[in-house]
């Protein structure tokens, strides 16, 4: 009898508990990817610290799928990751690390989930319908962003602080047209080992960049910190927090799964605080938690496939 109550107690864990806890884990560690982030960046190029996390997290990735010998991609399967590389780590991954360069780490992660609100607006170019709950959605989002942006009125004046909104804010989009093109080329091929062809070809491309524009700094030239910051962008964003967070969805309802999307800007916000001694006046407190808000009410009425949207802290 014991024998059957252990048994059934452990079968319950791993049916809810732990997909439970993969998605604590989501929650803290894309959260703190962000601080990792703007620390890597204060004494590097931000694309030369993408192209470095990206080749060896991805470089580990094909290692681990060499050694099970799993297939390789096939005919159109290229295309969609080819296409997914660009959008997802040449550009969006890539831009959102650059902008925390220029901006504060809280806000970059506040920018970054706005992915929601983006995909609404492509719907409506593709003449979608949205439901009064969506518009009510958008409206608050809106009107939160309003509130934080009213305090940097002043930033704007600043060419750095503008360049790195702008591009989180295209950042943002980049991923949402990854999210929408992932919904409609469904691939059946593994998504670990996607993920790490992704990141393995956007590290090259980036690298080639760096090379042609001569942007690059010696090796020898980074700091102990950045490198710290890389090899704990690699092995808890990279590595196993993408893990996490794809177990998390295929055993977590999508209602649940999405709430990393909520938890990770306070994650980022409240550490960016106290380690870096950023602001958090009343209005990023209350603009921040407004817009979450109205992304949560947005994320909330979009079909669920796109409710499995990670905002882009691999």
Request: hydrophobic share 55%; glycine share 8%.
């Amino acid at each position: 009898m014991l024998i059957k109550i252990k048994n059934a107690f452990s079968t319950k864990v791993n049916a809810i508990g732990l997909p439970i806890i993969a998605l604590c884990w989501v929650c803290f560690f894309w959260g703190t990817t962000w601080i990792a982030s703007k620390e890597g960046v204060r004494n590097m190029p931000a694309l030369q610290l993408v192209a470095i996390r990206q080749f060896i997290g991805g470089f580990l990735y094909l290692v681990y799928f060499l050694y099970k010998k799993t297939p390789w991609p096939k005919g159109k399967q290229w295309k969609t990751i080819l296409i997914l590389t660009f959008l997802n780590f040449v550009m969006s991954n890539a831009l959102s690390t650059w902008g925390v360069k220029y901006i504060s780490s809280g806000l970059g992660a506040i920018i970054g989930a706005i992915v929601p609100l983006w995909i609404v607006i492509i719907g409506l170019f593709r003449g979608e319908r949205l439901s009064k709950i969506t518009i009510i959605g958008i409206i608050i989002s809106f009107s939160g962003i309003c509130i934080i942006f009213y305090d940097h009125l002043n930033d704007f004046l600043n060419p750095s602080f503008r360049f790195g909104i702008i591009i989180s804010i295209i950042a943002t989009i980049t991923w949402a047209f990854g999210s929408l093109y992932t919904k409609k080329k469904a691939a059946t091929f593994n998504p670990y080992f996607s993920i790490g062809l992704q990141m393995f070809i956007s590290s090259i491309f980036i690298f080639a960049l760096l090379g042609a524009t001569g942007t690059a700094v010696s090796l020898s030239a980074i700091p102990a910190i950045s490198w710290w910051a890389i090899a704990y962008l690699v092995v808890f964003g990279a590595i196993l927090t993408f893990i996490a967070f794809i177990y998390a969805l295929q055993n977590l309802p999508a209602e649940i799964s999405s709430v990393y999307a909520y938890i990770n800007p306070v994650v980022a916000v409240v550490l960016g605080v106290i380690i870096f001694g950023e602001s958090l006046n009343t209005a990023i407190a209350i603009g921040g938690f407004v817009t979450l808000v109205g992304i949560y009410i947005v994320n909330y009425g979009l079909p669920k496939i796109l409710k499995l949207i990670n905002p882009f802290k691999s």
